[in-house]
Protein backbone atom coordinates (compact mmCIF):
# COMPACT_ATOMS: atom_id res chain seq x y z
CA UNK A 1 0.00 0.00 0.00
CA UNK A 2 1.48 3.44 -1.04
CA UNK A 3 2.33 6.01 1.48
CA UNK A 4 3.56 8.79 -0.69
CA UNK A 5 0.69 11.28 -1.33
CA UNK A 6 -1.24 10.12 -4.41
CA UNK A 7 -3.56 11.90 -6.72
CA UNK A 8 -5.98 10.30 -9.60
CA UNK A 9 -8.32 11.82 -12.06
CA UNK A 10 -11.95 11.07 -11.90
CA UNK A 11 -12.82 7.76 -11.31
CA UNK A 12 -16.61 6.14 -12.18
CA UNK A 13 -17.62 2.82 -10.16
CA UNK A 14 -20.17 1.00 -11.21
CA UNK A 15 -21.31 -1.09 -9.12
CA UNK A 16 -20.77 -1.10 -5.21
CA UNK A 17 -20.42 -4.41 -3.86
CA UNK A 18 -17.59 -5.57 -0.80
CA UNK A 19 -14.69 -5.12 -4.05
CA UNK A 20 -15.76 -2.21 -5.15
CA UNK A 21 -16.28 -0.46 -1.37
CA UNK A 22 -12.41 -2.13 -0.13
CA UNK A 23 -11.41 -0.12 -3.36
CA UNK A 24 -13.22 2.95 -2.36
CA UNK A 25 -11.98 2.65 1.42
CA UNK A 26 -8.32 3.24 -0.34
CA UNK A 27 -9.46 6.05 -2.45
CA UNK A 28 -10.45 7.85 0.72
CA UNK A 29 -8.18 7.44 2.51
CA UNK A 30 -5.92 10.23 4.26
CA UNK A 31 -3.06 11.53 1.52
CA UNK A 32 -5.09 10.44 -1.83
CA UNK A 33 -7.17 12.94 -4.12
CA UNK A 34 -9.49 12.22 -6.89
CA UNK A 35 -9.60 15.20 -8.73
CA UNK A 36 -13.24 15.44 -10.27
CA UNK A 37 -14.41 13.72 -7.48
CA UNK A 38 -15.47 9.39 -7.44
CA UNK A 39 -19.06 8.35 -9.05
CA UNK A 40 -20.92 5.59 -7.50
CA UNK A 41 -23.71 3.33 -8.93
CA UNK A 42 -25.48 0.83 -7.64
CA UNK A 43 -29.04 -0.68 -8.00
CA UNK A 44 -30.62 -0.48 -4.71
CA UNK A 45 -31.67 3.35 -3.35
CA UNK A 46 -30.45 2.10 -0.03
CA UNK A 47 -26.92 0.93 -0.57
CA UNK A 48 -26.33 4.27 -2.76
CA UNK A 49 -27.22 6.02 0.18
CA UNK A 50 -24.39 4.47 2.25
CA UNK A 51 -22.00 7.46 0.64
CA UNK A 52 -24.42 10.59 1.61
CA UNK A 53 -22.39 11.66 4.31
CA UNK A 54 -19.22 11.93 1.80
CA UNK A 55 -18.59 14.74 -0.06
CA UNK A 56 -15.89 13.29 -1.76
CA UNK A 57 -18.15 10.38 -3.50
CA UNK A 58 -21.21 11.38 -5.70
CA UNK A 59 -23.49 8.22 -5.76
CA UNK A 60 -26.72 6.93 -7.83
CA UNK A 61 -28.84 4.39 -7.42
CA UNK A 62 -29.92 2.57 -11.03
CA UNK A 63 -33.72 1.93 -9.82
CA UNK A 64 -34.75 5.47 -9.40
CA UNK A 65 -32.14 6.97 -12.42
CA UNK A 66 -32.52 4.64 -15.45
CA UNK A 67 -28.85 6.60 -16.52
CA UNK A 68 -27.28 6.23 -13.74
CA UNK A 69 -24.25 4.44 -15.01
CA UNK A 70 -24.29 7.39 -18.29
CA UNK A 71 -24.27 10.02 -15.58
CA UNK A 72 -21.65 8.27 -13.57
CA UNK A 73 -18.90 7.46 -16.76
CA UNK A 74 -19.45 10.77 -18.54
CA UNK A 75 -15.79 12.76 -18.52
CA UNK A 76 -14.43 10.25 -15.94
CA UNK A 77 -11.09 9.28 -17.09
CA UNK A 78 -11.04 5.59 -15.17
CA UNK A 79 -14.22 3.51 -15.09
CA UNK A 80 -14.04 0.78 -12.76
CA UNK A 81 -16.52 -2.12 -13.64
CA UNK A 82 -17.41 -4.10 -10.44
CA UNK A 83 -21.04 -5.70 -11.69
CA UNK A 84 -21.35 -9.30 -11.51
CA UNK A 85 -19.65 -11.33 -14.20
CA UNK A 86 -22.92 -12.26 -16.19
CA UNK A 87 -23.96 -7.65 -15.85
CA UNK A 88 -20.87 -6.77 -17.55
CA UNK A 89 -22.02 -7.27 -21.51
CA UNK A 90 -25.66 -5.93 -21.19
CA UNK A 91 -23.64 -3.09 -19.00
CA UNK A 92 -20.94 -2.34 -21.55
CA UNK A 93 -23.57 -2.07 -24.01
CA UNK A 94 -24.98 0.35 -22.04
CA UNK A 95 -22.61 2.69 -21.32
CA UNK A 96 -20.13 2.50 -24.49
CA UNK A 97 -21.55 5.74 -26.53
CA UNK A 98 -21.07 7.69 -22.79
CA UNK A 99 -17.44 6.70 -23.23
CA UNK A 100 -15.21 10.10 -23.94
CA UNK A 101 -12.28 8.89 -25.84
CA UNK A 102 -9.27 8.16 -23.84
CA UNK A 103 -11.32 6.82 -20.73
CA UNK A 104 -9.53 3.69 -18.76
CA UNK A 105 -11.76 0.89 -18.49
CA UNK A 106 -10.62 -1.02 -15.64
CA UNK A 107 -12.33 -5.00 -14.75
CA UNK A 108 -12.98 -6.34 -11.22
CA UNK A 109 -15.24 -8.97 -12.86
CA UNK A 110 -13.78 -12.41 -12.22
CA UNK A 111 -13.66 -14.42 -15.55
CA UNK A 112 -14.53 -11.82 -17.62
CA UNK A 113 -11.37 -11.59 -20.86
CA UNK A 114 -10.05 -8.55 -21.65
CA UNK A 115 -11.68 -9.57 -25.49
CA UNK A 116 -14.67 -9.33 -24.25
CA UNK A 117 -14.42 -5.88 -22.94
CA UNK A 118 -12.67 -4.58 -26.14
CA UNK A 119 -15.34 -6.41 -28.26
CA UNK A 120 -18.34 -3.85 -26.42
CA UNK A 121 -16.24 -0.85 -26.22
CA UNK A 122 -15.25 1.64 -28.91
CA UNK A 123 -11.97 1.59 -29.96
CA UNK A 124 -10.69 4.86 -28.22
CA UNK A 125 -11.63 3.66 -24.75
CA UNK A 126 -8.64 1.33 -23.17
CA UNK A 127 -8.95 -1.56 -21.09
CA UNK A 128 -7.25 -3.28 -17.79
CA UNK A 129 -8.45 -6.63 -16.40
CA UNK A 130 -7.42 -6.53 -12.51
CA UNK A 131 -7.82 -9.40 -9.80
CA UNK A 132 -7.36 -8.02 -6.70
CA UNK A 133 -8.46 -10.30 -2.94
CA UNK A 134 -10.39 -9.50 0.18
CA UNK A 135 -7.53 -8.40 2.14
CA UNK A 136 -7.73 -4.87 0.21
CA UNK A 137 -10.70 -3.89 2.93
CA UNK A 138 -7.49 -3.38 5.61
CA UNK A 139 -5.13 -2.14 2.88
CA UNK A 140 -3.31 -5.33 2.29
CA UNK A 141 -4.75 -6.20 -1.20
CA UNK A 142 -2.22 -8.29 -3.56
CA UNK A 143 -4.10 -7.21 -6.60
CA UNK A 144 -3.08 -8.88 -10.00
CA UNK A 145 -2.94 -6.72 -13.41
CA UNK A 146 -3.38 -7.00 -17.17
CA UNK A 147 -2.78 -4.70 -19.62
CA UNK A 148 -5.19 -4.75 -22.81
CA UNK A 149 -4.18 -4.69 -26.23
CA UNK A 150 -5.09 -1.00 -26.54
CA UNK A 151 -3.93 0.25 -23.10
CA UNK A 152 -1.22 2.69 -23.12
CA UNK A 153 1.97 2.54 -20.06
CA UNK A 154 -0.04 5.60 -19.05
CA UNK A 155 -3.10 3.80 -18.32
CA UNK A 156 -1.11 1.23 -16.63
CA UNK A 157 0.56 3.13 -14.13
CA UNK A 158 -2.95 4.29 -13.99
CA UNK A 159 -4.17 1.07 -12.59
CA UNK A 160 -1.12 0.12 -10.79
CA UNK A 161 -1.53 3.45 -8.78
CA UNK A 162 -4.91 2.69 -8.47
CA UNK A 163 -4.86 -0.53 -6.89
CA UNK A 164 -1.57 0.14 -4.68
CA UNK A 165 -4.02 2.05 -2.73
CA UNK A 166 -5.22 -1.01 -1.56
CA UNK A 167 -1.88 -3.21 -1.29
CA UNK A 168 0.55 -4.61 -3.42
CA UNK A 169 0.33 -4.72 -7.33
CA UNK A 170 1.94 -6.95 -9.43
CA UNK A 171 2.04 -6.74 -13.33
CA UNK A 172 1.25 -9.85 -15.34
CA UNK A 173 0.18 -11.22 -19.34
CA UNK A 174 -3.80 -12.17 -19.49
CA UNK A 175 -2.96 -16.00 -19.61
CA UNK A 176 -1.30 -15.54 -16.16
CA UNK A 177 -4.54 -13.85 -14.61
CA UNK A 178 -6.52 -17.16 -13.90
CA UNK A 179 -3.71 -18.57 -12.92
CA UNK A 180 -3.14 -15.61 -10.03
CA UNK A 181 -6.13 -15.97 -9.24
CA UNK A 182 -5.83 -19.38 -8.12
CA UNK A 183 -3.10 -18.12 -5.66
CA UNK A 184 -3.54 -14.39 -4.04
CA UNK A 185 -7.30 -14.37 -5.28
CA UNK A 186 -8.54 -17.50 -3.28
CA UNK A 187 -5.43 -17.25 -0.96
CA UNK A 188 -7.15 -15.62 1.82
CA UNK A 189 -9.78 -18.86 1.98
CA UNK A 190 -6.36 -21.10 1.83
CA UNK A 191 -5.31 -19.48 4.68
CA UNK A 192 -8.55 -18.90 7.05
CA UNK A 193 -9.07 -22.89 6.43
CA UNK A 194 -5.75 -23.80 7.57
CA UNK A 195 -6.27 -21.71 10.64
CA UNK A 196 -10.21 -23.59 11.22
CA UNK A 197 -8.09 -26.71 11.07
CA UNK A 198 -5.49 -25.87 13.29
CA UNK A 199 -7.99 -24.60 15.76
CA UNK A 200 -9.43 -27.95 15.42
CA UNK A 201 -5.99 -29.48 16.18
CA UNK A 202 -5.63 -27.17 19.42
CA UNK A 203 -9.40 -27.95 20.66
CA UNK A 204 -8.06 -31.30 20.72
CA UNK A 205 -5.24 -31.02 22.50
CA UNK A 206 -7.76 -29.91 25.66
CA UNK A 207 -7.55 -25.73 24.77
CA UNK A 208 -11.07 -23.75 24.71
CA UNK A 209 -12.11 -22.36 22.14
CA UNK A 210 -11.00 -19.18 23.42
CA UNK A 211 -8.10 -20.15 24.16
CA UNK A 212 -7.26 -21.71 20.69
CA UNK A 213 -8.23 -18.64 18.80
CA UNK A 214 -5.75 -16.59 20.74
CA UNK A 215 -2.90 -19.60 20.25
CA UNK A 216 -3.41 -20.41 16.41
CA UNK A 217 -4.64 -16.85 14.97
CA UNK A 218 -1.77 -15.13 17.40
CA UNK A 219 0.50 -17.80 15.96
CA UNK A 220 -0.95 -16.82 12.00
CA UNK A 221 -0.54 -13.25 12.76
CA UNK A 222 2.46 -12.88 14.44
CA UNK A 223 4.18 -14.82 11.72
CA UNK A 224 3.12 -13.06 8.74
CA UNK A 225 4.32 -9.41 10.49
CA UNK A 226 7.66 -11.31 11.32
CA UNK A 227 8.12 -12.39 7.22
CA UNK A 228 7.08 -8.74 6.71
CA UNK A 229 9.27 -7.27 8.57
CA UNK A 230 11.98 -9.86 8.32
CA UNK A 231 14.54 -9.35 5.16
CA UNK A 232 14.65 -13.25 4.91
CA UNK A 233 12.19 -15.58 3.14
CA UNK A 234 9.85 -18.07 4.47
CA UNK A 235 12.53 -21.28 4.25
CA UNK A 236 15.15 -19.50 6.22
CA UNK A 237 12.74 -18.62 8.49
CA UNK A 238 10.92 -21.82 9.14
CA UNK A 239 14.63 -23.22 9.74
CA UNK A 240 15.26 -20.82 12.16
CA UNK A 241 12.13 -22.60 14.06
CA UNK A 242 13.37 -25.71 13.37
CA UNK A 243 16.00 -27.64 15.30
CA UNK A 244 17.95 -30.24 14.41
CA UNK A 245 16.17 -33.50 15.98
CA UNK A 246 14.01 -31.35 17.92
CA UNK A 247 9.81 -31.17 17.76
CA UNK A 248 9.32 -28.83 15.36
CA UNK A 249 11.33 -31.49 12.92
CA UNK A 250 9.37 -34.12 13.22
CA UNK A 251 6.03 -32.05 12.47
CA UNK A 252 8.03 -30.76 9.45
CA UNK A 253 8.40 -34.23 8.67
CA UNK A 254 4.60 -35.19 8.89
CA UNK A 255 4.02 -32.54 6.47
CA UNK A 256 6.43 -33.70 4.17
CA UNK A 257 4.95 -37.50 4.26
CA UNK A 258 1.78 -36.40 3.15
CA UNK A 259 2.80 -34.44 0.74
CA UNK A 260 1.67 -30.79 1.03
CA UNK A 261 3.14 -28.87 -1.70
CA UNK A 262 1.17 -31.38 -3.73
CA UNK A 263 -1.92 -31.42 -2.12
CA UNK A 264 -1.68 -27.24 -3.23
CA UNK A 265 -0.84 -28.55 -6.48
CA UNK A 266 -3.70 -30.56 -7.00
CA UNK A 267 -5.97 -27.83 -5.30
CA UNK A 268 -5.03 -24.73 -6.98
CA UNK A 269 -5.21 -26.66 -10.36
CA UNK A 270 -8.68 -27.61 -9.55
CA UNK A 271 -9.77 -23.73 -8.94
CA UNK A 272 -7.51 -23.23 -12.11
CA UNK A 273 -9.67 -25.72 -14.50
CA UNK A 274 -13.16 -24.28 -12.52
CA UNK A 275 -11.75 -20.56 -13.63
CA UNK A 276 -11.73 -22.03 -16.99
CA UNK A 277 -14.99 -23.40 -17.46
CA UNK A 278 -16.65 -19.98 -15.65
CA UNK A 279 -14.76 -18.02 -18.27
CA UNK A 280 -15.79 -20.57 -21.50
CA UNK A 281 -19.61 -20.38 -19.94
CA UNK A 282 -19.56 -16.27 -19.76
Avoid at 31 to 37: A, C, D, I, L, N
Wanted: hydrophobic share 50%; net charge negative; charged share 20%.
Amino acid sequence: MTSAPVTLPTIAFLGAGSMARAILAGLLAPGVSVEGGIRVTNRSAEKAGDFDDSDRVTAWATEIEPEANRLAVAGARIVVVAVKPAMVPALLTEIADALAPGTLVVSVAAGVTIATFEALLPESVSVIRSMPNTPAVVGKAVTGVSAGTRSTDTDLALAVELFETVGTVLVVPENKLDALSTISGSGPAYVFYLIEQFTRTAIDKGFTAAEAATLVEGTFLGASTLLEASDQGPAELRRQVTSPNGTTERAIEEFEKIDLKGIFDTATDAALARARELAAAG
